[in-house]
């Protein structure tokens, strides 16, 4: 099945840096969600968004639906320790299905 | 609270005997599914379910079973368990999004499983 395309695969940063992630698709998507998951637990939904443009804060996260639809981003700024984990982007394809399609996921690493 | 609860935790099992992965969910959602999670492959979907007996392939089906006889319960079924389903598999309920906006989902714990 489709997978998105979710760059970078890890990123090694200092505690305050600024973070940012993408994921791109060939196919047009109405929905793009984004996930962090901590080691040994499920994913949590960080942001979700529903329109080609919007852009959307939950805290110190933001994240953008690309106006093509083919694209999402996902900043975190000035970073903590406790960010460490892997963040997931996923998208819904338009035409009513209630299919996801699941990046591979970043790999985010905050030295103190 | 409003939790999705999966059972077991972890399970190790021998090939072509029959196992269940049990879902629950109390927040009344209409939307459930199952994902599969591999090193390097992220999280896939194996089915989801939109409403009670409605229930349809997602991405990864092939080997798996689900039923969906109540809300609140999205079973996993393996009829005849391989070694390549070795995986950790989640499961995940929503409200029936179709986009509207504002919906929340969550997952459950995760079920780690080793087929011999």
New interface residues.
């Given amino acids: 099945g489709q997978q998105l395309n979710q760059s970078p695969q890890s990123m090694f940063i200092q505690e305050g840096e600024d973070v940012s992630m993408n994921c791109t698709s060939s196919s047009i998507f109405n929905t793009w969600l984004w996930y962090k998951q901590d080691p040994g637990e499920g994913p949590v939904l960080l942001i979700a968004l529903y329109k080609a443009g919007e852009l959307t804060s939950n805290g110190r996260l933001t994240a953008q639906f690309g106006i093509t639809r083919k694209d999402s981003f996902l900043n975190i700024s000035a970073s903590i320790p406790s960010d460490v984990g892997i963040y997931f982007c996923a998208g819904r394809r338009s035409g009513g299905s209630e299919k996801l399609v699941f990046g591979k996921g970043t790999k985010l690493t905050v030295n103190p | 609270e409003a939790q999705?609860t999966q059972n077991p935790r972890y399970l190790i099992t021998v090939t072509g005997k029959k196992l269940t992965v049990t879902c629950s969910q109390n927040m009344n959602h209409e939307?459930m599914?199952w994902?599969r999670q591999d090193p390097?492959?992220?999280?896939?979907?194996i089915y989801?379910s939109?409403n009670v007996e409605v229930t349809?392939k997602?991405?990864?089906p092939e080997g798996y079973k689900v039923s969906r006889k109540e809300k609140r319960n999205f079973p996993l079924i393996l009829e005849s368990p391989s070694p390549n389903q070795t995986s950790l598999y989640?499961c995940?309920s929503s409200h029936r999004?179709?986009?509207?906006?504002g919906?929340?989902?969550y997952?459950?714990?995760?079920t780690r499983l080793l087929v011999l």
Avoid: H
């Fill in positions: 999705v939307y599914s994902y390097g492959l992220g999280l896939r979907q989801y939109m349809d997602g991405d990864v989640f995940a999004p179709f986009g509207t906006g919906e929340t989902q997952f459950g714990p995760g």
